[in-house]
């Protein structure tokens, strides 16, 4: 079975800080890997996607993740974090037409 | 385009009593999936309906159920509540082209649960 998973559970930063977020998931495949994003008293919004094709992908609001088939990862990353960053982020991998989630990542941004 | 809906947004029920969720998914969109969103389980495939058939299945016991009508609209059902189905419960809907996996989610505000 597919499991995803999420390194750090909780990250505190400070503004203009770099980020990255890393995602594992164990079933080698075909997969298509997403990041979604919850931001506080919202529902869940999809950041990026990958599906096939360059590894390299950009989302919205200048996040970008990289698929590493070798690693099985897709780690979220942004140059320069600001405080509407602020949020709960999760890893969602496809497996047998399920999308089976990370436990997410709680990012808390300093002004 | 109006995005995904469910009704109520918020609902309050006692141990025993059952409860009858609503989503309505984006026009167009054909596959309807349910998902349980706890602090401790996080989230949690319940199931996925594709044209008014169950098409996909997570592992939770037979007390959670659903159906989907003919204009897409879904409804999910859990009877007998326990404490534990205290959660957020998160409709999705995509096109879901049979056999494509390429299929993004849109997913809807929720439905917070408080079991008592």
């Known amino acids: 079975a597919q499991s995803v998973s999420q390194h750090n559970h909780h990250v505190i930063l400070s503004e203009a800080a770099s980020l990255e977020l890393g995602c594992n998931y164990s079933y080698g495949g075909t997969v298509n890997l997403f990041w979604y994003v919850q931001y506080p008293g919202q529902h869940l919004q999809l950041l990026l996607k990958?599906?096939?094709?360059?590894?390299l992908v950009k989302g919205i609001k200048g996040f970008e993740a990289e698929f590493i088939k070798s690693k099985f990862s897709f780690n979220l990353r942004k140059p320069s974090v600001q405080w509407s960053d602020t949020a709960e982020y999760f890893c969602a991998v496809t497996y047998t037409g399920k999308l089976i989630f990370g436990q997410g990542t709680t990012l808390q941004v300093k002004p | 385009k109006a995005g995904v809906t469910q009704t109520p947004r918020y609902l309050i029920k006692t141990r025993g009593q059952q409860v009858t969720l609503s989503c309505s998914p984006i026009s167009g969109h054909r596959s309807v999936s349910w998902y349980q969103q706890t602090p401790g389980q996080g989230l949690q495939f319940l199931f996925e309906?594709?044209?008014?058939?169950?098409?996909n299945k997570g592992n939770f016991p037979g007390r959670f159920s659903g159906r989907q009508f003919s204009n897409s609209r879904s409804e999910m059902n859990v009877s007998t509540l326990e404490l534990g189905d205290s959660a957020l419960y998160l409709c999705?809907?995509?096109?879901?082209?049979?056999?494509?996996?390429?299929?993004?989610?849109?997913f809807g505000p929720g439905t917070r649960l408080t079991v008592l």
């Open positions: 990958y599906f096939s094709g360059d590894p």
């Open positions: 309906y594709f044209s008014e058939t169950q098409r």
């Open positions: 999705a809907s995509s096109h879901g082209l049979a056999g494509a996996i390429t299929d993004t989610q849109y």
